[in-house]
């Protein structure tokens, strides 16, 4: 929800600082300026300010054992077959939201103004904000009442519904910014709806099919999988739009040339968003399979690493029991 309102703030500040130009640097230049200081402010504050709240490690291990232990930690999380089938899932379910990026440009090319564009696309992120807040809320009764099938169930549910509500909105609409009232309803049950996915499911089940001391490992991997092919989603909405629906990048900028560019764009976006999410929803069926017996596995993990960690400190002068609990965590069960 933070994350959700930030974005908010920060696509304001885009759009409207987009067509102005301060000392001779455009506004699209000095919106990047302002987010690249404030990274670097909050990476300071963060070093400074912040506090780990783990205990002080007691062991005292080599740089090389740290490095082994951490590859062990990552190739076995890798193996986990829930980890397989949320990071397909992550690969495409996380191209929409970047197919998403072309927002304000569509809605430009519709007619909207700068402010326009900025109060549908802000409305989209605050909508999007309280539908992650009421995903987890949701997802943790589902899961008490379904431990087993609540949360991908839930997960499915915003999947299949993000297609039909994203087919009125970019091809159901009229291209006219008279609608504009049709525009932000639109965007806000889109925004509402597409962001279950994460608080509700695949965050709560990364953290229960890993031990504790994987959980940063299991996140690190699945976004690190998810990005690198995301990044090619706005690449894939240009090629569409301009070589398969007939987007003209230099129309001229007439009223008929920029509606046809937003139905071209549209149709693009919409591609992005409904063949991915589409294939979601049917890779998260494959979890009602996995996910039980990870889940029970990572807990039968957890009652043992407490007798690990004894034998790991009995035998501190020798490198056995390195990956106990994560050997514990994959033992198959006959």
């Not at 504050?45 to 007691?58: E, I, K, V």
């Not at 904000?129 to 008490?144: E, H, K, N, P, Q």
Request: glycine content about 6%; some cysteine; charged content about 15%.
């Amino acid at each position: 929800m933070a994350s959700r309102l930030g974005a908010m703030t920060g696509g304001t500040l885009g759009v409207l600082l987009a067509p102005t130009t301060f000392l001779g640097v455009p506004g699209w230049r000095l919106a990047f300026h302002i987010l690249a200081l404030l990274s670097v402010a909050l990476a300071v504050s963060t070093w400074f300010l912040a506090s780990d709240p783990r205990p002080p490690s007691t062991s005292e291990k080599s740089t090389a054992t740290v490095a082994r232990e951490l590859a062990m930690e990552a190739r076995d999380v890798v193996r986990l077959p829930t980890f397989q089938i949320l990071v397909a899932q992550g690969v495409a379910g996380s191209v929409p939201w970047t197919a998403l990026t072309f927002a304000a440009m569509w809605l430009e090319l519709v007619g909207f103004t700068h402010w326009e564009t900025s109060v549908i696309t802000n409305l989209n992120q605050l909508t999007g904000a309280l539908g992650s807040l009421f995903a987890g809320l949701i997802g943790d009764t589902m899961a008490r009442r379904f431990p087993n099938a609540g949360r991908v169930a839930l997960a499915q549910v915003s999947t299949a519904s993000t297609v039909p509500v994203a087919a009125v909105l970019l091809l159901a609409l009229p291209i006219d910014p008279s609608a504009g009232a049709a525009y932000a309803a639109a965007f806000a049950v889109l925004g509402f709806v597409m962001p279950w996915c994460p608080p509700a499911t695949n965050n709560p089940i990364l953290a229960e099919i890993v031990p504790e001391k994987a959980r940063t490992t299991v996140y690190a991997l699945d976004r690190f999988f998810e990005t690198i092919f995301s990044s090619f989603a706005p690449a894939v909405v240009g090629i569409l739009a301009e070589r398969v629906f007939g987007y003209q990048p230099a129309s001229g900028g007439t009223g008929k040339a920029e509606r046809e560019n937003a139905a071209a764009l549209a149709k693009a976006v919409f591609a992005e968003i409904a063949v991915p999410m589409a294939i979601c929803c049917s890779i998260y069926s494959l979890l009602y399979c996995t996910y039980p017996s990870d889940r029970q596995r990572a807990q039968k993990a957890a009652l043992v690493a407490p007798e690990e960690e004894d034998c790991e400190h009995a035998a501190s002068s020798t490198p056995t029991g390195v990956d106990g609990l994560n050997q514990a965590l994959l033992a198959r069960s006959d």
